[in-house]
């Protein structure tokens, strides 16, 4: 990173993230396999059909590699403490994934390509910054992230949001500054 002003600052950043995700759901097929007749007082009948059930169990697990430029602006500092407002404009790329479906009690590893590999975002928060002795800082930010396209996979019922509301949390170490 680099201070442009007193206040404000750019700063680059290449990332990785990894997100695993479980997911257990039980849904409707739309087959009926039961029809349940009563009688009635009147001796009519009443049929109510019973839809067949099954049961989906998933596991993935999703690698990416970013790279990301974010401006940083400080307001109501203290030797200690102050407050920022950030906005970030950065990209991710799909390094690795894998999806694997429980069918019959046994794991089976699923065809894994998503649609999307590479994604772009942008995000905005705000947030409250410790001044640690030797130059390090903690940085507590929440944050509002947008991206461009929505991360479907061809294996997965559900997609991923395009919007999420997230914790960002650094830790942060300025050279030069004691």
Do not use: C
């Amino acid at each position: 990173g680099r201070a442009i002003t007193p206040n404000f600052y750019l700063d680059g950043q290449i990332s990785f993230m990894k997100a695993e995700q479980n997911t257990n759901f039980s849904y409707s097929t739309g087959n009926v396999d039961t029809l349940i007749a009563v009688q009635q007082a009147d001796q009519s009948v009443l049929v109510t059909p019973v839809y067949q059930f099954s049961n989906r169990e998933i596991s993935s697990q999703y690698s990416y590699g970013g790279l990301t430029l974010s401006g940083t602006y400080y307001f109501w500092s203290t030797p200690r403490r102050r407050f920022n407002f950030m906005a970030t404009a950065g990209m991710q790329y799909l390094l690795n994934s894998q999806v694997e479906e429980k069918i019959n009690g046994h794991w089976i590893p699923q065809r894994s390509e998503s649609t999307e590999k590479l994604n772009y975002r942008f995000m905005i928060g705000a947030g409250y910054n410790w001044i640690l002795k030797g130059g390090w800082e903690v940085m507590i930010n929440p944050a509002l992230t947008y991206y461009l396209r929505q991360s479907n996979t061809n294996e997965l019922p559900y997609h991923m949001n395009q919007t999420t509301l997230g914790l960002n949390v650094m830790v942060s170490k300025s050279l030069g500054r004691n």
